[in-house]
């Protein structure tokens, strides 16, 4: 009893005494002005203090940059979920386990980094999900992630042109600084002149409008055909034509039945339950207004864009079939998607209307709700830039002479590559390997469709040439015409790349006959406006963020070693 009442009154003491000194500590904070002060400098040096205790623990918790390239190595070589439903699933338990481990304190960023990675490489919309993250994931776990992704990005963007292009093919993409930084096609072997360097079959490609119409070449292929043998479909909008079964079924899978078809883009395994009341009709009127609008323009790009949209659809649906469920004639994957290859391509801004991003969004939403955002944003416009840029005027045994005159006015006029110039083709394509050949009025190159008789294309060279010569071709009509002078055939081609590439030709040719006495007393005296182009040196150009990507490698080229992407890999 006598230490009970001992620990009563010490406790009720202590009380007191906290109570005492509560009242005293009151009565000074809102009376002393000096005490006051005294508080909140002291405070302000807790919440320092605790502020860079935090910082500590999270600098202490941030993984090293070998740690992040082993951890992104092994994440990449992990297998992802095929159909919808599993990538689902697998999203919502990467995101509940990523939430799970920021919980447990810094020790668990990088895991939990990983796991939000993870949900990130199957989300369909990456940027909005990276902006849901920036809100609700913990910063050092946020910054963890996009440490990730940038690693991720550097490392498939320093190894891109060790695979591509296929080595088979004897050419190699090389990235030069001056005058300013240009990707350029570079041969890998010696050739003598006549020889075919390489073939290549388009990505997409596009009869002219008026040949279209008339059914006598293969719409896919663009081979000639004959009434007797052309294989006519039983569905078309464009008195489409092809040279064979193997032909139909090709053009029917990149793009015919998504753009202009009755049939599912989706294969029967992934088809949802019941059919959507109105689906048919809408997409009906939704291809058949574009259809309209395609016939009435009569220009190949709008057409050229909406197949190369066709075509990354049936690439990301044939990811999601089982092998053992795709159609015989189903292409086989690219491992590089196709944004992987065009992102990196040069492009000049053109002007896409209203209308036709309507159209074709139309189109894509009818044959499967959410496609549209597949060209969302400036998307739309990039990729007819590019392919505006990069395509390749298709011509057999030198060209026409029967394409319509074009009632456009010369800068409106649509240009494809092509030594023989635009008029003399019969339908515009686009590769990717030969979008970086590089143009010259005295080209090394040319590229040739007698070969083959259709759209392939086979490169072959002018002269003899040796292993590192860049390999250039000629993007218009270099030739003088049969009553054009040296000073007018200068003029005409400069003016030609001018509008359709935006570029003010200064290839070695152009600078030669510049010097020239016929030449240089004319455009000395400024008499036939040669040198007022309208545009600078160079007006095309690349992705910012692929601009951003290339310009970090460049710094980590200079700054470190050279790594070779096998010893990367080991690290």
Known sequence: MKTSTAVTVAGVTVATG?????????????????????????????EKSTAQL???????????????????????????PVSPQEKEGYFMNQVSLGEQMASQGPAFNLPSALAFYRALRVYPSPVELIVLYEKSVPTPVF???????NLDVQTRAAGYYDSFPDRSMGVVIKVIQEPTEKKILVLD???????????????????????????????????????????????????????????EARSKHQSQNLLFGRESVLPPALLPLGDIPGAAENRNAAQTAFANYLKSDGKSLPLLVARFAARQVEAEINKMIPPEMRASDAPAID?????????????????????EKTLLSNVLAAALPGLERLLGDDRHDILKGKIRYNSIGISFNGGRDDKPTPKDRPEDIERTRTPYGTSRQIGTAFFYVSSYLAHSCDPNVRPSFDETGTSELSLIALRDLKKGDELTMAYVDVAPGPDESAVDARRRRRQELARGWKFACECSKCVADLVTTEISGAESAGKDGDN?????????????AVARVEAQLAQVAVSEPPVAPAQELAL
Request: hydrophobic content about 35%; charged content about 35%.
């Open 532 to 544: 007022d182009l309208g545009v600078p040196l160079e007006e095309a150009r690349v992705e910012e």
């Open 143 to 149: 910054k963890i992630v996009m440490d990730l992704m």
């Open 189 to 247: 072997k010696d050739v003598k002149a006549g020889e075919v360097i390489f073939t290549e079959k388009p990505v997409v490609a596009v009869l002219d409008h008026d040949l279209q119409e008339t059914g006598t070449y293969c719409t896919y292929c663009l081979r000639s055909v004959s009434p007797q043998d052309a294989v006519i479909p039983e569905v078309d909008r464009f008195n489409s034509v092809y040279c064979s079964i193997d032909c």
């Open 18 to 46: 906290v109570l005492a000194y509560a009242v005293y500590f009151d009565y000074k904070r809102r009376n002393d002005t000096s005490f006051r002060k005294k508080l909140r400098k002291d405070k302000k040096k807790v």
């Open 335 to 355: 491992e590089s998607a196709q944004y992987d290859h065009m992102e990196r391509l040069r492009y000049v801004d053109t002007e896409v209307t209203q209308d």
């Open 54 to 80: 935090q910082v500590d623990d999270a600098t202490a918790s941030a993984p090293t940059a070998e740690q992040l390239r082993t951890a992104l190595l092994a994440l990449q070589k992990e297998p992802l």
